[in-house]
């Protein structure tokens, strides 16, 4: 399964990652590479087989709704790469220009 | 005897017997972290000032007649995936998480603490666990202390080389495709993942979450054994904890499992499996049957080729997910320039993140996207299945599936960097264990003419670790693989 530049650009863009022309080239050949490997698994007769998404069956875990103690503010801001007050600081969202 | 001589176990039971204090112990590894590790590249960071406080703060308490816990004052190691609020960082070997302080414990360093663990430092790994021979670490690769020109294996192998090296008795690591098993093997040490669900994964930062699991590595069975015994149970914060209860897993360790009938998959020792290392795998078959073992020819048609091809859409797909918190907005890289914010999350990731994490979310955001989705990712569910049925009928003739850890033993440094997929075949006997969700450990089983080590993987059903050590035992106490050391262990200052 080839994926073409203009695919690969778009996967990029999906997956928020910017690619250089050498870096949409480079994974292109090797994206499709491994891509022609797990085209394999057509290969198998998977007609009626319920997908299994986790090998256990575990399913809706959940506790009562009761608050418990958290991070405080300052926990949570003391990693942040730029921070104002109790606020994350950030490019503006919401701007005429501002891309999809 | 050097105290990195000894096991955990002989650490553990000279420290309660007040023949060993907990300062000893940590300064004898500290020692040897300071002269080995410099060659071997194992440890991302490491407190020396942390884990002496923790020693001597045990030794104070043992004075006092307390039981300090099971594993009094054995220092260990821990993966850098998983979150350390004592001041390490926790970067995951990458550049997204550079010098990243994780505001809580993660319930495994929880548990090794509250049981007298001391933790002497933070491991190398393949960045974001996605890798099998730690080259993809941002922060360099970490060698093999057999063979320093080779890998250790990966993703765990900066815990495996502490180990091998001697500059720890214990480590534990993650293990989502075989992280754990395959360095483990590479490395000539014990290696273990539990069954899913048996050790918590809070505070273990995600790659797979439905193939993540958290686990020992140590020279001994025993020794995995008892780190096993301090991290299994349920937690409540980690939704995919089985409130299932721990036996005692030291207990009954040596007592064998008899009657054995192993389970000899034909598609783990075909194609891909490297002459030496099969003569070696088979000759420690033999002293299974020796022991009165049956060997059982068995088929498990999806867990080889088929097997990789789920786990890398599978896996990949949950990376994307999981990898796409990382955007420079709460906490890691943040990139210096950006036009706005959609531009700021797509250069803090470009800049931030390895090409083989860059693949991966690729590829699994490919997998899952519009279109594709029920083609890779649905399709790749239901070839799941298939995978966890093969395990279930094979359980029901045998009690133990065994065969190689690895196809290969350690290859060079720079060998398979170049072609991703040659890398990921690495891991063709380990990943369907992780699809299926059950337990593995490799245990050393012999060296290659050229010294580097084999490693034999046994396979047992799920919540069965017990009697997956016994069996394991049955084969250590035959052998003594783990009194070996590497030469660089054993070199003087």
Redesign the interface.
């Given at each position: 399964m080839a994926?073409s530049s203009k695919?690969?650009l778009k996967?990029?863009?999906?997956?928020?990652?910017?690619?250089t022309p050498e870096?949409v080239e480079k994974?292109s050949s090797?994206?499709s590479?491994?891509?022609d490997?797990?085209?394999?698994?057509?290969e198998?007769d998977?007609q009626g087989?319920?997908?299994?998404?986790?090998?256990?069956p575990?399913h809706n875990?959940l506790?009562p709704d009761e608050p418990r103690p958290g991070?405080t503010p300052e926990?949570?801001l003391?990693?942040?790469?730029?921070a104002d007050g109790d606020f994350?600081r950030?490019?503006?969202?919401l701007?005429e220009g501002?891309?999809? | 005897m050097a105290v990195t001589d000894l096991t955990a176990c002989e650490i553990r039971n000279a420290i309660q017997e007040r023949r060993l204090s907990a300062a000893e112990a940590a300064e004898g590894c500290l020692a040897a972290m300071a002269r080995l590790d410099p060659k071997i590249k194992a440890f991302l960071s490491t407190d020396p000032d942390g884990a002496r406080r923790h020693a001597a703060a045990i030794d104070r308490r043992l004075a006092a007649g307390e039981n300090v816990g099971l594993l009094a004052g054995v220092p260990v190691a821990v993966k850098d995936n998983m979150c350390t609020a004592d001041g390490q960082p926790t970067t995951c070997a990458s550049r997204i998480l550079g010098g990243?302080?994780a505001?809580?414990d993660a319930h495994v360093v929880e548990r090794l603490t509250a049981e007298g663990a001391v933790i002497v430092g933070k491991t190398n790994l393949d960045e974001f666990a996605m890798g099998s021979s730690t080259e993809n670490s941002a922060y360099g690769a970490t060698r093999n202390p057999w063979d320093l020109q080779r890998v250790p294996g990966g993703s765990s192998g900066g815990s495996a080389a502490a180990v091998a090296a001697r500059m720890v008795p214990i480590a534990v690591g993650s293990d989502t495709g075989g992280s754990i098993r395959q360095p483990a093997a590479l490395c000539g040490v014990v290696g273990m993942k539990p069954t899913?669900?048996r050790v918590s994964r809070y505070g273990l930062v995600a790659f797979a979450s439905?193939l993540d699991q958290i686990g020992p590595f140590g020279r001994t069975v025993a020794d995995a054994a008892l780190v096993l015994q301090a991290t299994a149970g349920h937690d409540?914060r980690d939704?995919?904890s089985?409130d299932e209860p721990v036996p005692d897993y030291l207990a009954g360790l040596e007592e064998p499992v008899r009657p054995l009938r192993i389970g000899m998959p034909r598609e783990f020792f075909g194609t891909g499996l490297d002459a030496e290392v099969e003569k070696v795998v088979r000759e420690a078959l033999a002293v299974y049957e020796r022991l009165g073992a049956t060997l059982i020819p068995i088929e498990l048609p999806?867990s080889t080729?088929?097997a990789?091809?789920?786990y890398?859409?599978v896996a990949t797909s949950e990376a994307?997910s999981n990898l796409?918190r990382y955007?420079?907005?709460?906490?890691?890289?943040?990139s210096a320039d950006?036009?706005?914010?959609?531009?700021?999350?797509?250069?803090s990731?470009?800049q931030g993140?390895g090409d083989e994490v860059?693949?991966r979310?690729?590829?699994g955001?490919?997998a899952l996207?519009s279109g594709y989705y029920d083609a890779?990712y649905?399709?790749?569910?239901?070839?799941?299945?298939?995978i966890?049925r093969d395990f279930e009928q094979a359980f029901r003739k045998v009690d133990c599936i065994m065969g190689p850890t690895s196809p290969t033993p350690a290859f060079r440094l720079g060998e398979r960097t170049a072609d991703?997929?040659a890398m990921?075949l690495s891991d063709v006997y380990t990943v369907s264990c992780n699809?299926?969700?059950i337990a593995g450990i490799s245990v050393p089983c012999g060296f290659t003419a050229a010294g580097l080590p084999v490693g034999l993987q046994i396979i047992t059903d799920?919540f069965t670790e017990d009697r997956l050590l016994r069996i394991a035992r049955m084969y250590e106490r035959e052998t003594d693989w783990a009194r070996r050391a590497p030469r660089i262990a054993e070199e003087p200052a």
């Amino acid at each position: 399964m080839a994926l073409s530049s203009k695919e690969v650009l778009k996967v990029g863009t999906l997956s928020r990652i910017r690619l250089t022309p050498e870096e949409v080239e480079k994974f292109s050949s090797q994206l499709s590479g491994i891509l022609d490997y797990v085209d394999k698994l057509r290969e198998l007769d998977t007609q009626g087989v319920e997908p299994l998404a986790h090998a256990l069956p575990i399913h809706n875990v959940l506790r009562p709704d009761e608050p418990r103690p958290g991070l405080t503010p300052e926990q949570a801001l003391a990693g942040a790469p730029q921070a104002d007050g109790d606020f994350f600081r950030v490019p503006r969202v919401l701007d005429e220009g501002a891309s999809a | 005897m050097a105290v990195t001589d000894l096991t955990a176990c002989e650490i553990r039971n000279a420290i309660q017997e007040r023949r060993l204090s907990a300062a000893e112990a940590a300064e004898g590894c500290l020692a040897a972290m300071a002269r080995l590790d410099p060659k071997i590249k194992a440890f991302l960071s490491t407190d020396p000032d942390g884990a002496r406080r923790h020693a001597a703060a045990i030794d104070r308490r043992l004075a006092a007649g307390e039981n300090v816990g099971l594993l009094a004052g054995v220092p260990v190691a821990v993966k850098d995936n998983m979150c350390t609020a004592d001041g390490q960082p926790t970067t995951c070997a990458s550049r997204i998480l550079g010098g990243w302080r994780a505001p809580y414990d993660a319930h495994v360093v929880e548990r090794l603490t509250a049981e007298g663990a001391v933790i002497v430092g933070k491991t190398n790994l393949d960045e974001f666990a996605m890798g099998s021979s730690t080259e993809n670490s941002a922060y360099g690769a970490t060698r093999n202390p057999w063979d320093l020109q080779r890998v250790p294996g990966g993703s765990s192998g900066g815990s495996a080389a502490a180990v091998a090296a001697r500059m720890v008795p214990i480590a534990v690591g993650s293990d989502t495709g075989g992280s754990i098993r395959q360095p483990a093997a590479l490395c000539g040490v014990v290696g273990m993942k539990p069954t899913y669900g048996r050790v918590s994964r809070y505070g273990l930062v995600a790659f797979a979450s439905s193939l993540d699991q958290i686990g020992p590595f140590g020279r001994t069975v025993a020794d995995a054994a008892l780190v096993l015994q301090a991290t299994a149970g349920h937690d409540g914060r980690d939704s995919t904890s089985v409130d299932e209860p721990v036996p005692d897993y030291l207990a009954g360790l040596e007592e064998p499992v008899r009657p054995l009938r192993i389970g000899m998959p034909r598609e783990f020792f075909g194609t891909g499996l490297d002459a030496e290392v099969e003569k070696v795998v088979r000759e420690a078959l033999a002293v299974y049957e020796r022991l009165g073992a049956t060997l059982i020819p068995i088929e498990l048609p999806h867990s080889t080729d088929y097997a990789i091809a789920t786990y890398y859409i599978v896996a990949t797909s949950e990376a994307s997910s999981n990898l796409a918190r990382y955007d420079g907005v709460h906490y890691g890289y943040r990139s210096a320039d950006h036009a706005d914010m959609i531009d700021m999350y797509m250069r803090s990731r470009a800049q931030g993140f390895g090409d083989e994490v860059k693949r991966r979310i690729m590829l699994g955001t490919y997998a899952l996207s519009s279109g594709y989705y029920d083609a890779y990712y649905k399709k790749a569910l239901a070839v799941r299945r298939l995978i966890r049925r093969d395990f279930e009928q094979a359980f029901r003739k045998v009690d133990c599936i065994m065969g190689p850890t690895s196809p290969t033993p350690a290859f060079r440094l720079g060998e398979r960097t170049a072609d991703p997929l040659a890398m990921y075949l690495s891991d063709v006997y380990t990943v369907s264990c992780n699809l299926a969700a059950i337990a593995g450990i490799s245990v050393p089983c012999g060296f290659t003419a050229a010294g580097l080590p084999v490693g034999l993987q046994i396979i047992t059903d799920v919540f069965t670790e017990d009697r997956l050590l016994r069996i394991a035992r049955m084969y250590e106490r035959e052998t003594d693989w783990a009194r070996r050391a590497p030469r660089i262990a054993e070199e003087p200052a």
